[in-house]
């Protein structure tokens, strides 16, 4: 062999020599990138989460995430809603304190805070756990902790027995919605195709008398057994329901001093539909309530009133002393 092939042959093996380290080099850089992109599939944790561990509502990322007081939203349709999922509470930490609808947050009573329901609305709370139920309004926002879907006051938590574990997985209904007196009324003024029997709370218990007195615009005043005695002479007085005018119930062992119901609806000669208050003793109002004639007669003296809370027909039978209808022809003609 030549010197020069011999020279030429050395050239080779240091160029292969040389792409062997490059080669190598590169190799050593790609295990690295491997190794970056594989380690959070290797260090993953496992699918199958651990249930949280009993305790109270944190506190202070609620505040910090607290917006501040809002009017209230646009009203959404209420009927039939709920969900399911996991309840916790807050208490002495914001006892005190403004909500976010401008109440004072006040822990021993019976509220609530929901991300978006009106404020108001009256919600039915069952701890799935244990069958306990509780009903609280809304009057707040909240929580502020992702997979939870109310926070309730610290008397709710308590009735429902989870004060000590913190969260519980619950059923939540809207059942209605707080209104005063004259939003009650306002409501009761609705297409008869789209009524819907329901309950409604106001701020102060509310009597029929009262009550029936605003919605029709007859000027009587004492119980309600007395009604149709005192409307003589200064109503008009019958046994046919008209629009507007007052049931009167008689007397009972079961309604001490009778009762009035507002006649809003005629569905047919049998049935229609009141709106009162009181209806039970309860000092709440009972909206769109259909009412219907059993007498055998058919002359209205004896009813039976739809139940809301069964969404039936109740099994009691009320004897009827008439209608006063919104109408002074009478009182004028005596005088």
Not at 251 to 276: C, F, K, P, W, Y
Not at 283 to 308: E, K, Q
């Amino acid at each position: 062999m030549g010197p020069f092939a011999v020279i030429r042959e050395a050239g080779v093996r240091i160029k292969t020599l040389r792409n062997l380290v490059t080669v190598a080099a590169v190799g050593v850089v790609l295990a690295a990138c491997s190794s970056s992109v594989d380690r959070p599939m290797t260090a993953a944790p496992s699918t199958i989460a651990k249930a949280p561990a009993p305790m109270a509502v944190p506190e202070a990322p609620r505040q910090a995430a607290r917006p501040p007081a809002i009017a209230n939203p646009a009203p959404r349709t209420l009927t039939g809603y709920q969900s399911v999922g996991v309840a916790s509470w807050y208490g002495g930490k914001f006892h005190g304190r403004k909500t976010a609808n401008g109440e004072i947050y006040d822990q021993n009573a019976l509220t609530a805070a929901h991300r978006e329901l009106p404020f108001g609305t009256r919600l039915e709370v069952t701890n799935l756990a244990n069958g306990l139920s509780v009903v609280v309004t809304v009057n707040d926002r909240g929580p502020f902790v992702d997979g939870r879907i109310i926070d309730l006051s610290r008397r709710a938590a308590a009735d429902l027995d989870f004060v000590e574990a913190g969260l519980a997985n619950v059923r939540i209904q809207a059942i209605g919605s707080a209104m005063n007196a004259e939003q009650a009324i306002q409501s009761a003024t609705l297409d008869p195709n789209v009524l819907s029997a329901r309950i409604v709370d106001t701020s102060e218990p509310m009597q029929c008398v009262p009550y029936a007195r605003a919605a029709s615009g007859i000027g009587i005043r004492g119980d309600a057994q007395t009604w149709w005695e005192r409307a003589e002479q200064r109503y008009r007085r019958g046994c046919d329901p008209e629009r507007g005018a007052v049931m009167v119930l008689a007397r009972t062992s079961r309604i001490g001093h009778g009762h009035l119901a507002v006649v809003q609806h005629i569905v047919n000669e049998r049935e229609i539909i009141v709106d009162h208050a009181n209806w039970l003793n309860e000092g709440r109002i009972h909206l769109s309530t259909p009412v219907r004639d059993i007498s055998p007669d058919n002359d209205w003296s004896a009813v039976r009133v739809w139940y809301t809370p069964g969404n039936s027909y109740g099994s009691r039978n009320y004897l009827v002393q008439g209608f006063v209808y919104p109408d002074l022809a009478v009182a004028s003609d005596a005088n």
